[in-house]
């Protein structure tokens, strides 16, 4: 009846399906619907730079040598590195994190930071710089091995995000030095922020193209990439071996879903653990059933109206005065963001520290100020065109029309202009006047945002909308000045300017991001796009 | 037949020119694509790297006779987003949206057709009366919104089926039904139309004066000469199997040729524009031919036209 080989055979079936039990993964995966993944088709932080890569970059794939407290205050926290100290004002030393393992199972080393930070990843042939002037390197540029050439923009965002970095120079297999070429206090900052990230050379130099590597890049992150097809998903999977603790979930699946109701009736039917850049106005509905909630709010991004001096009613610095003091900017949060989010002080963040200046404000909604500054400006009702784009940013349309209806009360007369893209918006004619725009900041320094936005290397003044001459001496000062305290009189001096005597443009309010989940998982929103999915925020 | 052949076939190349200048100049000149590829927070020398890069720094006259000279010479251009051939972006994306649109193809047909001859036969009944409101009603509801509407009762409701995606064939039932609801109620309104003209004519009289059985007249002579309004329709909803689904696609995150389209206009991705209306022109075409040539086969007198106009 029985062979002697099934006999024989027989325990071993017994075992077998007891040992997969034992060895199955037993954490959950999960699916996030979100309205895009990323713009570029890449995942490369270097050539993505919208916010939406953010959520799916940080803290869950790419790490920097300094982290940020993602679920905290977003301060800088030891990342990839365990220390870092100054060796002079132009110079970081910084100490790696022994023991961390890519995805692909290699050792983070030395070798592998120099390669995130060198020419055939990051500069390409572009030129290090300072106040105007190139500074020679002797690096020579290797010609790239064809499929290997960076897409010309890569080099540019590096230089914008490193502009003087000299070279880094391995002092030993887990140290490295960093040196730029001047004075810079904002380096460990430069380190935190997008763009640092590392990366596994050995991965760069094996994928057969840069865009291989880019839609896979091998990183130190918890999650790894599994699958990723551009405007459809992006499937992560654990890293087992990561170097803060095994990750809580077994498999992320980012779905793009660019409707909002699509996106909302997907989490309400349980195809998505999580629906992202939800609308405040839709937040009620979802919590009216009680198995949802929703999470998140103010991010590190500020909602700005952007003047352009050159337009013959706004030349008068009165006239865009009277624009800043005829908003009542907490009504605009309360009705179109129910309270979910503040009026900030002006461009700058409370993770400034040391540079954050809390006695500053927005300028106050005033009407009676503002007629009087129209008065004395002369200005007799010409028609002021506000450039805006179909709600590319939340509540835009609906802000829009409010802020519109809140200047024809101090005696403004504006029209709105819609427009479909960026390019309509910035084209440079006698009709540009007003727009919409965020600014971010990527490191906790001014620099990041009122140098980097409206400096003189700045977007605003190299469209030619709005440029000031000693917004721009300041604009050197500080980014290359040491002593805090005239940074920080710098830094006040340049607010003065650009947000109450000659204004670039002016705060409407901090931005907040929105998340809806079931109300059983135990997971919390960090105060930016990125979500932390790392051990420690996880639990059903 | 050749002559005919000869002189359609030129005018699908003229139609196909004209499409893709046309896009051309409107893409072009309503945005700068390395400022909305690269968004609003690009540093100004990454845009302008961008655009030396891809040529957008050049007269557009000079990009449109490159690119053009490329198109003849068989190269349909690289997505500026993707870096990779754009007829292998579309290419790849056409099983799914043919994966939507061909079973809606198949219950538009299947239920619009049927349903007009039987609310034409009982012309002012009942059952007439309720196949024109719902054929009324689903013309009238956008897709968008009868697409949410199925979702809110099939997914969130019942739980009966997913709400988008494109993990099963299960997740394909919404998107294919709400397709394929508003092209059954376009046609069933056409059909009962075209066999209302029919039945008044004086032959179906003549015949069933004849004494031919009802059955055999509305087969035999209602339907065929009923047949040709309803080919034309149906002509257009094939030449719409590639790109009729853009705003189906969108509400249910389903990743075909409509959500490639959108993402590349959004993006002026002009050569995946372009690779997807040379397709869609080129479908619109070909179904406009054999639409044509049916119309030859459906009515005699049809195919000699041509000759007895010449013979004038």
């Given at each position: 009846m029985f062979s002697r080989r099934a006999i024989l055979a027989a325990p071993g079936l017994a075992v077998l399906p007891r040992f997969a039990v034992a060895q199955a993964d037993v954490r959950p995966a999960i699916t996030i619907a979100v309205q895009k993944i990323s713009n570029t088709n890449t995942l490369e932080v270097l050539r993505e730079?919208?916010?939406?890569g953010e959520r799916v970059f940080s803290s869950s794939l790419w790490e920097g040598l300094i982290g940020r407290d993602w679920l905290g205050d977003l301060r800088t926290v030891p990342g990839l590195a365990t220390a870092w100290r100054r060796v002079s004002d132009s110079a970081v030393e910084v100490s790696l994190r022994q023991g961390v393992r890519f995805h692909n199972g290699d050792e983070m080393t030395a070798e592998d930071v120099v390669f995130s930070f060198s020419r055939e990843r990051m500069f390409g042939t572009t030129l290090a710089s300072a106040q105007g002037r190139t500074i020679p390197i002797g690096e020579g540029m290797p010609a790239p091995r064809p499929g290997k050439e960076?897409?010309?923009e890569v080099p540019a965002v590096a230089r914008r995000a490193w502009p003087a970095l000299e070279r880094v120079e391995v002092v030993d297999r887990y140290t490295l030095r960093f040196h730029n070429a001047t004075p810079d206090v904002t380096l460990e900052g430069r380190l935190s922020r997008n763009g640092s990230e590392i990366m596994s050379r050995r991965a760069f130099e094996e994928a057969a193209t840069w865009l291989d590597w880019a839609r896979r890049p091998v990183t130190t992150g918890p999650y790894k990439v599994a699958e990723f097809r551009p405007d459809q998903m992006l499937v992560l999977v654990a890293h087992d071996e990561y170097w803060g603790g095994?990750?809580?979930?077994?498999q992320i699946r980012f779905v793009e879903v660019p409707e909002v109701a699509s996106r909302i009736n997907g989490l309400r039917s349980g195809d998505f653990h999580f629906a992202c850049d939800i609308p405040p106005d839709q937040i009620p509905g979802i919590e009216r059933d009680r198995a949802f909630e929703v999470q998140g709010g103010t991010i590190l991004n500020h909602r700005l109206t952007c003047f352009d001096k050159t337009h013959a009613a706004l030349r008068d610095p009165r006239v865009r005065r009277a624009f800043t003091h005829a908003i009542d900017r907490q009504a605009i949060v309360d009705s179109l963001w129910a309270g979910r989010t503040v009026v900030p002080k002006g461009l700058q963040w409370p993770y400034y520290e040391g540079m954050f200046l809390a006695d500053w404000e927005v300028p106050r909604f005033d009407l009676a100020e503002a007629r009087r500054l129209l008065r004395e400006a002369g200005y007799k009702g010409e028609p002021i065109p506000y450039r805006l784009l179909n709600?590319?940013?939340?509540n835009q349309n609906a802000t829009a029309q409010v802020l519109v209806e809140m200047w024809r009360a101090a005696g403004l007369n504006v029209q709105i202009e819609m427009k479909e893209n960026w390019s309509q918006i910035l084209e440079r004619s006698p009709t540009r006047a007003v727009r919409d725009w965020s600014n971010s900041a990527p490191f906790n320094d001014p620099v990041s945002s009122l140098v980097n936005q409206h400096?003189?290397?700045?977007q605003q003044q190299q469209v030619g909308e709005w440029t000031n001459e000693e917004m721009n001496r300041l604009s050197v000062e500080l980014e290359t000045g040491t002593d805090r305290a005239r940074r920080r009189a710098a830094f006040r001096r340049m607010l003065e300017i650009s947000e109450r005597e000659d204004p670039a443009y002016t705060v409407l309010h901090q931005n907040a991001t929105f998340t809806a989940k079931r109300r059983e998982i135990r997971w919390k929103a960090s105060p930016a796009f990125a979500m932390d999915f790392r051990q420690g925020n996880w639990g059903v | 037949m050749l002559r005919f052949l000869f002189f359609r076939l030129l005018r699908a190349a003229v139609t196909i020119v004209m499409v893709v200048s046309f896009a051309f100049v409107v893409l072009r000149l309503s945005g700068d694509p390395a400022q909305i590829i690269m968004g609003a927070d690009a540093p100004p020398e990454a845009v302008d790297a961008f655009r030396a890069a891809w040529g957008l720094d050049q007269p557009l006259w000079r990009q449109y006779f490159h690119y053009f000279g490329a198109i003849l010479s068989g190269d349909l251009g690289r997505s500026m987003?993707?870096?990779?051939d754009a007829i292998l972006l579309v290419v790849e994306r056409i099983p799914a949206t043919l994966a939507l649109t061909l079973p809606a193809l198949a219950i538009k047909l299947g239920l619009g057709i049927p349903a007009g001859v039987y609310a034409a036969l009982h012309r002012n009944s009942w059952a007439d009366r309720l196949v024109m409101l719902l054929a009324v009603a689903g013309f009238t509801v956008p897709s968008f919104v009868l697409g949410l509407l199925l979702v809110l009762l099939f997914a969130v409701q019942l739980g009966w089926l997913p709400s988008g995606g494109q993990e099963s064939w299960r997740h394909g039932i919404l998107p294919m039904l709400t397709l394929g609801i508003g092209g059954a109620a376009v046609l069933a309104r056409f059909t009962r139309s075209a066999m209302l003209e029919v039945l008044g004519q004086p032959y179906i009289r003549t015949a069933s004066a004849k004494g031919v059985p009802w059955r055999a007249v509305v087969w035999g002579h209602a339907l065929p000469n009923a047949a040709i309004p309803t080919v034309t329709i149906v002509g257009f909803m094939v030449g719409s199997l590639i790109a009729g689904a853009v705003v189906v696609e969108s509400v249910f995150s389903w990743p075909g040729v409509g959500r490639l389209l959108v993402v590349a206009v959004a993006n002026r991705d002009l050569a995946v524009v372009q690779c997807v209306l040379l397709l869609v022109a080129a479908t619109m075409v070909t179904a406009n031919l054999v639409v044509d040539l049916l119309y030859g086969l459906l009515d005699p007198r049809l195919r000699n036209q041509p000759r007895a106009a010449g013979a004038h």
């Open positions: 730079q919208s916010n939406v960076l897409p010309p095994r990750p809580p979930l077994r709600n590319y940013y939340t400096g003189p290397n700045g | 987003r993707d870096g990779r």
